[in-house]
């Protein structure tokens, strides 16, 4: 089956430092490309989307500035945290619209980040 | 405006019995509805999904129902096997089923052996 890697799994930093999360797609292509995030025991809220080639489109209350998206290829694509405070705090999950199917989407392991 | 909803927070079942989890929706552009399961720390991982022209989808254990006057889905979960316990998670799609999901707040599933 289709495989998301996503790394780290777990990050803890220091308020005002940067976090970069990467999201990998190993065995298909993705045109599309969508971030999540969980606050404990909360759903999973859609942060933004973004197409290869083409600047991310943010959810409502999603700071472009502070959340980075760099969708790099058709495989690739990046969630850098910017300043992190430990209102950041949460659970990212990445997602990936295989470019081959419009079944599903599938989605990465998560990367929980904890903000001193 | 939690447009998903899943008003069941946890539910318990026996080992063997049916599992019924439910969820509703308000925007009617839905045209796709998919069923995730997800353990904590991890991603979610796809179990069904039902087109909204449709009113059920059966996979194995798992069927998914819809009543779209209703703008209620269910999925069923029959027999339960304490390897189902988890959270599980509907979501809505108005762009076919690899547009942007929009998730419901989960039902945690506890299946007693």
């Known amino acids: 089956g289709a495989v998301v890697s996503q790394h780290p799994s777990r990050v803890i930093c220091k308020s005002g430092t940067s976090v970069k999360i990467e999201c990998r797609s190993l065995d298909f292509q993705a045109t599309t490309m969508f971030w999540y995030r969980q606050f404990p025991k909360k759903s999973l809220m859609l942060m933004a989307t973004?197409?290869?080639?083409?600047?991310?489109?943010?959810e409502q209350g999603v700071e472009k500035d502070k959340f980075l998206i760099n969708h790099a290829s058709l495989t690739l694509s990046t969630l850098t945290v910017t300043s992190a405070h430990p209102e950041d705090s949460s659970f990212y999950i990445c997602?990936?619209?295989?470019?081959?199917?419009?079944?599903?989407?599938?989605f990465g392991s998560g990367t929980q980040l904890s903000v001193l | 405006d939690q447009q998903v909803k899943q008003n069941s927070p946890s539910l318990s079942v026996q080992e063997g019995r049916i599992s019924i989890l439910n969820c509703d929706y308000t925007?009617?552009?839905?045209?796709?509805f998919l069923w995730y399961k997800k353990y904590p720390a991890e991603g979610p991982t796809f179990l069904i999904s039902?087109?909204?022209?449709?009113d059920k989808n059966e996979d194995g254990r798992f069927t998914v129902f819809l009543n779209k006057s209703a703008k209620h889905l269910s999925l069923h979960i029959v027999p339960s096997q304490p390897g189902d316990s988890a959270v599980y998670f509907c979501a809505g799609s108005g762009g076919g089923a690899t547009n942007k999901l929009i998730f419901g707040t989960g039902t945690l599933l506890a299946v007693q052996p």
């Open positions: 925007n009617s552009m839905f045209d796709y």
């Open positions: 973004s197409n290869e080639g083409s600047k991310a489109t943010y």
């Open positions: 997602s990936f619209a295989p470019a081959s199917t419009n079944e599903k989407l599938f």
């Open positions: 039902i087109s909204s022209i449709k």
